[in-house]
Structures are given as structure tokens and as C-alpha cells.
């Protein structure tokens, strides 16, 4: 079965300090692999995916990550966080197999950026 | 464009009653997905729809928990005889449907609460 690891469950930065969130991922077929954030009081809302090309993924808020296939990873990047960067961070995959459609999630990293 | 909506936004209710939650996707999404997220878990997939397709259920907990989606838009979560382990916040989810790696919009999720 499908799963992900996220291997840092709570993370306390300072501002300008640099971020990577670790996932991996259980699967040896084709996948797409999204990160999603949740800010404090917001909906869930979708940092950046991977669906197929360049492995080193552009989003939102300069956040970028990079797929390793070799390695089943992809760790979320930001060289220099902000204060506006706390919240709760969640990686997930899906694959093609059949009609199955649904994101298999990480438990979460909850970031905390000290002004 | 609106965006996913959710209601109740908080339910509470007492062990043994029945809960009904509604979500409303973003119109012209073909394809709807509940999730369940409990304290310090990931977010559980629950159940998927994806146009006329048979739904994939195969996230349901058991079957006290059913779900329908009538005319293609609008779905009910049904949770019978809650039990105080269902305590969590509900979350729905829309997109295109057009494959694997679409983005999934959420709602605000709804905050059910089970004495």
C-alpha cells in the first residue's frame, strides 16, 4: 500500500533562516506528489505539485521542491522563511493505478517562524 | 469564482445521534473526495466520486458511515449512531477530474464534536 513519511513533525525557525521538509514516499509506480499548506485559520491550499517534466518544482511564496525519483522523495525548500511562513505543511502523493485518484497523506510539519 | 463550502462549519452532538454533513463543490468539478482529519493524524481519505462512476468507498471507517452525491454536485456525508472516536474535522474536496494529477480544492472542512 501506498505511504508517506514526513520525518519532521514540528520545525521553529527564526525569519531568513532556510527550510526543508522532508517526504518520502512508498511507491514504485508513477505518482504525482503535491504539497499542500495550511495556514492558521484557513483552508487547506496547494503549495506546489509535481506532475510529470522538470523535477524541481516551483510554487507559491518562493517555496520550491524537488522530486527524486531514485531516492522517492520530495523535500519542500525555502531559502529564507518569513514570519508568514507558520503553519501546517502536508505532503501527498497519488498514482495511476486504475481510477484511484485519492492523495495518500503525510501526517504534517508544523512550522513555526520566530519574528 | 466561489470556492468549496462546507456545512455546518461546527457540529456537536451527542453519542448515538446521527449527523448529516454537507458539501457544496466548485461548479464544474467532476470530481468530489471527503477526507477526515483527527488530532495530530494525517488526513484520512474517506470516499471518492468521480462523475457517474461508482464511488470509491474504500476509506469509509465501517458502515455507520455512507455518503451520496446527488446530480453530480452536491454531497452528504451521513455519520449513524456517532461514537466519540468520530470526532474530527470533516474536509471535502473538488476538482476537474481530469486525471491523476489534479489539484484538489478544499472547503473549510466542518468540526464535528461527539459527547
Known amino acids: 500500500a501506498q505511504s508517506v513519511s514526513q520525518h519532521n513533525h514540528h520545525v521553529i525557525l527564526s525569519e531568513a533562516a532556510s527550510l526543508e521538509l522532508g517526504c518520502n514516499y512508498s511507491y514504485g509506480g508513477t505518482v504525482n506528489l503535491f504539497w499542500y499548506v495550511q495556514y492558521p485559520g484557513q483552508h487547506l491550499q496547494l503549495l506546489l505539485k509535481y506532475f510529470s517534466g522538470d523535477p524541481l518544482v516551483k510554487g507559491i511564496k518562493g517555496f520550491e521542491a524537488e522530486f527524486i525519483k531514485s531516492k522517492f522523495s520530495f523535500n519542500l525548500r525555502k531559502p529564507s522563511v518569513q514570519w508568514s511562513d507558520t503553519a501546517e505543511y502536508f505532503c501527498a502523493v497519488t498514482s495511476y493505478a486504475g481510477n484511484n485518484r485519492k492523495l495518500i497523506w503525510g501526517l504534517g510539519t508544523s512550522l513555526a517562524v520566530n519574528p | 469564482g466561489a470556492g468549496v463550502s462546507q456545512s455546518p462549519s461546527n457540529k456537536v452532538t451527542e453519542k448515538g445521534k446521527d449527523v448529516e454533513l454537507r458539501c457544496d463543490p466548485i461548479?464544474?468539478?467532476?470530481?468530489l473526495y471527503w477526507y477526515r482529519q483527527s488530532l495530530g493524524q494525517g488526513l484520512e481519505f474517506l470516499i471518492y466520486f468521480q462523475g457517474n462512476s461508482a464511488p470509491d468507498k474504500s476509506g469509509l471507517p465501517s458502515d455507520r458511515f455512507s455518503a451520496e452525491r446527488t446530480g453530480g454536485s452536491v454531497s452528504t456525508l451521513t455519520i449513524q449512531r456517532t461514537q466519540q472516536e468520530d470526532s474530527a474535522v470533516y474536509l471535502c474536496a473538488s476538482s476537474h477530474g481530469q486525471g491523476a494529477g489534479d489539484t484538489q480544492y478544499f472547503g473549510p472542512g466542518t468540526r464535528l464534536t461527539v459527547l
Open positions: 461548479s464544474g468539478h467532476t470530481a
